[in-house]
């Protein structure tokens, strides 16, 4: 079947403006996640969404960050005013849960870049 | 702090050899542990999972679980220069939570 999706592949805009990126998790996959991977290092949590449940925003680096996830599916992480520490890739995974036991499967992940 | 722990690194291993990665982790009611690769420029793709101690094998990979010693290893046998990647460790803790390793970067050498 279909594995998880992202877009844009890649996005570059200047310092200031807001970014919104998209994913679309594996059918029936009711947990979706979001990371940040800069260049060299490893994956730094940002959010996570369980079914209906309020989502775990512990990882989100400033109030600039905020994502949703409408219907249960889709999700849309959103950068305000980008920096250029933000340039990155974004990287999103799903899973059947969050409970021991299930397993995340990422998709092709956003290349950022803020000039 | 719950930690995952893995040496960066670069590991390199002649071809045809056995090349085996380490991660050791510090929340002793983990439950569920993952080994994925990630190719440079691309997204993690999971290879292992291992619930319970012991070894689970799959081809020419194997996942060796050791819950009294905090440890979980992948074994790579008859190794490939396809095989050179990054493999990340992710165990699942106590509190459901999801601890990445670092990495350990693997250069297998024809």
């Known amino acids: 079947g279909a594995g998880v999706s992202q877009s844009p592949s890649n996005k570059v805009t200047e310092k200031g403006k807001d970014v919104e990126l998209r994913c679309d998790p594996i059918?029936?996959?009711?947990?979706l996640y979001w990371y940040r991977q800069s260049l060299g290092q490893g994956l730094e949590f940002l959010i996570y969404?369980?079914?209906?449940?309020?989502?775990?925003k512990s990882g989100l680096p400033s109030d600039r960050f905020s994502a949703e996830r409408t219907g249960g599916s889709v999700s849309t992480l959103t950068i305000q005013r980008t920096q250029q520490e933000d340039s990155a890739v974004y990287l999103c995974?799903?899973?059947?849960?969050?409970?021991?036991?299930?397993?995340?499967?990422f998709g092709p992940g956003t290349r950022l870049t803020v000039t | 702090q719950k930690e995952v722990e893995q040496n960066s690194g670069p590991l390199s291993v002649p071809e045809g050899a056995i090349a085996s990665l380490n991660c050791t982790y510090s929340?002793?009611?983990?439950?569920?542990f993952f080994w994925y690769r990630q190719y440079s420029g691309k997204s993690p793709e999971l290879i292992m999972s291992?619930?319970s101690n012991g070894d689970k094998e799959d081809g020419r990979f194997t996942a060796q679980l050791n819950k009294a010693s905090q440890y979980v290893s992948l074994l790579i046998r008859d190794s490939q220069p396809s095989d050179s990647a990054t493999y990340l460790c992710?165990?699942?803790?106590?509190?459901?939570?999801?601890?990445w390793g670092a990495g350990t970067k693997l250069i297998i050498k024809p």
């Open positions: 995974a799903s899973s059947l849960g969050v409970r021991a036991g299930y397993e995340q499967y």
């Open positions: 059918s029936g996959h009711t947990a």
């Open positions: 969404f369980q079914g209906n449940s309020a989502p775990d």
């Open positions: 929340d002793r009611g983990s439950q569920s």
């Open positions: 291992i619930y």
């Open positions: 992710a165990v699942i803790g106590s509190n459901y939570q999801l601890i």
